[in-house]
């Protein structure tokens, strides 16, 4: 069986985080605690801690948490941050940034951070130039492991209300097939699909620095589901 893993979620409350609190309901080999701002509506089934405090204070409820992996669903929109590039700064780079540290001082062994393709701390736009420069400075936080993912489109369920996201949303899954080659990491993704690469990559022992952009999201995912029907059939036998 595999290892129960710990993780602490940052970010619980956003498409991707609640995508991984759905996933992790009914496995027993991960433990999922949350650190959030505000009490979460929890999906049926689940079993887990939605520890509470402001962003200044995460730093004490991630060590509370004794994480292996910590998981940064982070992110806002430039609308939301009110238009303000110090705003949005705040988030998707510096509270992404403290909880990275924050997870070294509670011995992580592992940050997982969700970034978007196309980041680049060189980009003219704003969005991937700050997710860019989120991503070389992780690097210098000093976890063992950091496994940076670069999703395209996500396609789910939001909250808020984002018309050309959501056009964007029924027109991907007719683009994608087209998407090969170098273009294939611009490929669209379900947020359930990258929760569960979030869980496969929780389980990786190596230590470095990984990126992972569509094509190895789906090898992993592949890997991982070989490696269950592997496990399922000695079981079996």
Same mark, same amino acid.
């Given at each position: ?26 496995? !027993?080999? $991960? ?5 959030? #701002?505000?009490? %979460?509506?929890?999906? &049926?089934? =689940?079993?887990?801690?939605? @520890? ?88 210098? !936080?000093? $976890? ?5 993912? #670069?999703?395209? %489109?996500?396609?789910? &369920?939001? =909250?808020?209300?984002?018309? @050309? ?73």
């Amino acid at each position: 069986m595999s290892e129960r893993v710990r993780i602490c979620l940052v970010g619980a409350s956003g498409l991707v985080g609640s995508a991984l609190i759905r996933a992790c309901v009914g496995r !027993a080999d $991960v433990r999922l605690v949350a650190v959030a #701002r505000r009490e %979460l509506d929890l999906p &049926p089934g =689940a079993r887990m801690e939605v @520890l509470l405090a402001d962003p200044e204070h995460w730093g004490d409820a991630i060590a509370a948490a004794r994480p292996h992996s910590v998981v940064s669903a982070l992110g806002t929109t430039w609308a939301r941050s009110g238009k303000d590039e110090a705003a949005f700064r705040a988030v998707d780079q510096d509270l992404v940034l403290a909880c990275a540290r924050w997870a070294v001082e509670a011995g992580a062994r592992q940050f997982i951070a969700i970034s978007s393709v196309g980041a680049d701390a060189a980009a003219r736009g704003l969005y991937l130039r700050v997710k860019g420069e989120m991503e070389d400075a992780l690097v210098k !936080a000093g $976890v063992p492991r950091l496994d940076i993912v #670069r999703p395209g %489109l996500l396609r789910g &369920p939001r =909250a808020e209300r984002r018309p @050309l996201e959501r056009l964007g949303q029924i027109v991907a899954p007719l683009l994608d097939p087209l998407l090969g080659g170098n273009r294939a990491r611009y490929r669209s993704i379900r947020a359930e699909t990258l929760a569960e690469a979030i869980l496969a990559l929780a389980h990786e022992k190596a230590r470095g620095r990984f990126v992972h952009e569509w094509p190895a999201l789906d090898r992993l995912l592949k890997r991982q589901a070989f490696q269950a029907s592997i496990r399922q059939q000695m079981v079996t036998d």
